[in-house]
Every structure is written in structure tokens, then in C-alpha cells.
């Protein structure tokens, strides 16, 4: 008896699969799970996006998607034994956190020595480049 209704369950919950999906098209790749779920004593259809942009898509094309799925459902004749009174759409996004390498300080052989032309024609610029010439020439004698 109680295997019977857990047959029924999976049942169920795959033809609310079939017709959420059917109905969804596109979107159906961004599908996490379907749902039939009680809330306040109402069996509810709840599907699970694994993106914002699903959800957004959803809530876009609402209600092209539910008439698509009132079509379906009357097509497929499921009112019989599969009924639900709403449809709701939430997300279950996690990011994953990629693994940040600590980037080493870097160490080099050769150091500036201050020795190079200046060859800047601009004399502001030129003046900027004297004073970071003179800063690395002082740093290597300190």
C-alpha cells in the first residue's frame, strides 16, 4: 500500500517535471529542481532557478509560460490526479569561491641604478623623470 503511493509520488512529481519543462523552453537549462510543495494546506508548484537570470526570465515571461502551462495541463489530462493552486519561482544560487593564489612578492637580480637618459622633450615631465632618477640614486647609496 505504501509503496504503491510512493510510485504515485514519483509520478507525480515527474509529470510536473514534464510540464514545467515543456512550458519553460529556453529556460528549462537554468532548472534546478521542481517542486510541489504545501503551503497553508495548498499544494503549491515551485520551481527552482540556479540563477537570478532564470528567475528574471520567469517573472518576463510569466504569464506566457502559465497559460502555456494550462494548456499543457488540460492537454495532458492531469488534473485528475496531479493538482496544485499556484506557481512560484525562487533561486538557489551559491557561488563557488575560487581558490586566490597568494602572488608572491617578486624578487629581482638587478636592481635600478638611476642611471638612464632622460629623453623627454616635455620639461614638466622631464623634471618628473629627474626627481625619480635622483629618488632611486639616492635609495641605492642609503
Not at 50 to 75: A, P, S, W
Request: charged share 35%; glycine share 2%; with cysteine.
Amino acid at each position: 500500500m505504501q509503496e504503491s503511493n510512493i510510485f504515485l509520488e514519483i509520478k507525480k512529481r515527474q509529470a510536473l517535471e514534464d510540464l514545467v519543462f515543456s512550458a519553460l523552453d529556453n529556460l528549462k537549462i537554468l532548472v534546478k529542481r521542481v517542486d510541489l510543495r504545501e503551503i497553508n494546506q495548498r499544494k503549491v508548484c515551485v520551481i527552482v532557478f540556479n540563477h537570478q537570470v532564470g528567475l528574471n526570465e520567469f517573472k518576463y515571461k510569466e504569464e506566457q509560460i502559465l497559460n502555456k502551462m494550462r494548456i499543457l495541463y488540460k492537454e495532458r489530462n492531469l488534473k485528475d490526479w496531479l493538482s496544485f493552486s499556484k506557481v512560484l519561482a525562487e533561486v538557489s544560487f551559491k557561488p563557488t569561491l575560487k581558490e586566490t593564489k597568494k602572488q608572491e612578492k617578486q624578487t629581482y637580480k638587478e636592481r635600478a641604478t638611476g642611471n638612464f637618459e632622460i629623453k623627454c622633450k616635455n620639461t614638466e615631465l622631464a623634471e618628473y623623470f629627474k626627481r625619480i632618477q635622483n629618488i632611486i640614486k639616492e635609495h641605492n647609496n642609503g
